[in-house]
């Protein structure tokens, strides 16, 4: 396995062709989920709420009907990545170099391989190579962005698990940071995307999420972090204060969701949402909603062909 590190980041934009309603940490987090059999998680994550608030009928299907939504091949390279920078980042400041992170992407390789999502993916070799080259691009975007060498570890993959208002709530916190090496300096949450960086109207959305993890650290730590930040590897980085006004909106929105499930669920109605992410839902085969819109969609000629849902349209020809 290579990874020559030589590759134009600006190439590497894992093409979903639209919003992605997952963050990857999350969806291991949920994938993990333990909830009675019949009945709602007990818990809200990040990617449960963003997937209930883009389309409530594919909420239904992931966590009340628990069908197989198994990571496609840009979600499990960014898995990889991540895992990568996990443990590049608990490695001391002065070993955060970009051999020692190719010397840890070919010991965490066999271990993606085996992963039954990647086996299914059925990969060939050049397709695999690919595949490498993405995780690997995304790991070297980290270098884009900022000095490894120079940041403050606090904690990687810092599972929170507490309740935000009246919301019980889980998730993973890439990386929590102090703004240096002081004792009193402030804390930042890090959260890593592989994805395309969002347009500036959709940034909001995704800075929610990582206020939620400020909030769920303050409630477990006492500590309100200074900062949240989205680290688009190769891209940029979006980040915002933590203020209240902004971590009462996040909850507030949190709240919102969390009483809408529960509308949802007391009433066993779950609208469907069509729109451009039924290209890349699982579920569309299953949805009359999502198969109409996707005909509308291939007509119009306003979908790509490389949309994985299309199949369904073959299937039900
Ligand atoms: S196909 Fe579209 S409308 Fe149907 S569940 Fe999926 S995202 Fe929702």
Request: proline residues 21%.
């Given at each position: 396995m290579e990874f020559d590190g030589d590759l134009d980041t600006t190439e590497m934009l894992y093409d979903v062709g639209g919003e992605r309603p997952h963050d990857e940490a999350d969806v291991r987090l949920d994938d993990q989920l333990t909830a009675p059999?019949?009945?709602?998680?007990?818990y809200l994550s990040p990617s449960s709420a963003s997937t209930f608030r883009s389309c409530a009928r594919r909420w239904k299907f992931r966590?009340?009907?628990?069908l197989a939504d198994p990571a496609g091949e840009a979600a499990l390279a960014g898995t990889f990545a991540h895992r990568v920078l996990e443990i590049l980042m608990d490695a001391p400041a002065s070993e955060r170099t970009t051999d020692r992170a190719r010397e840890i992407a070919r010991s965490v390789w066999p271990e993606t391989e085996s992963d039954p999502d990647f086996v299914a993916l059925a990969l060939n070799d050049v397709q695999k190579h690919r595949f490498r080259w993405l995780g690997w691009t995304a790991i070297e975007g980290l270098w884009r962005l900022e000095n490894p060498e120079d940041i403050t570890v606090v904690a990687t993959e810092q599972k929170v698990d507490t309740v935000l208002g009246d919301v019980p709530f889980r998730g993973i916190v890439d990386r929590l940071e102090r703004?240096?090496?002081?004792?009193d300096a402030g804390l930042v949450v890090s959260d890593y995307k592989s994805g395309r960086a969002p347009s500036p109207r959709f940034q909001q959305d995704r800075l929610d999420q990582v206020m939620l993890y400020a909030a769920a650290v303050e409630a477990s730590s006492g500590e309100r972090p200074r900062a949240a930040r989205l680290l688009y590897l190769g891209q940029c980085i979006i980040e915002t204060e933590v203020t209240p006004e902004l971590l009462d909106a996040s909850m507030a929105a949190l709240h919102d969701t969390w009483s809408s499930i529960d509308q949802a669920v007391s009433s066993t109605t779950y609208e469907a949402s069509p729109g451009p992410l039924c290209g890349w839902c699982p579920y569309a085969g299953q949805c009359e909603e999502g198969l109409a819109e996707l005909e509308l969609r291939r007509s119009a000629g306003?979908?790509?062909?490389?949309?994985?849902?299309?199949r369904f349209l073959a299937a039900a020809s």
């Open positions: 059999p019949l009945g709602p998680p007990p966590y009340i009907d628990r703004e240096s090496a002081r004792a306003r979908i790509r062909s490389s949309a994985p849902s299309l």
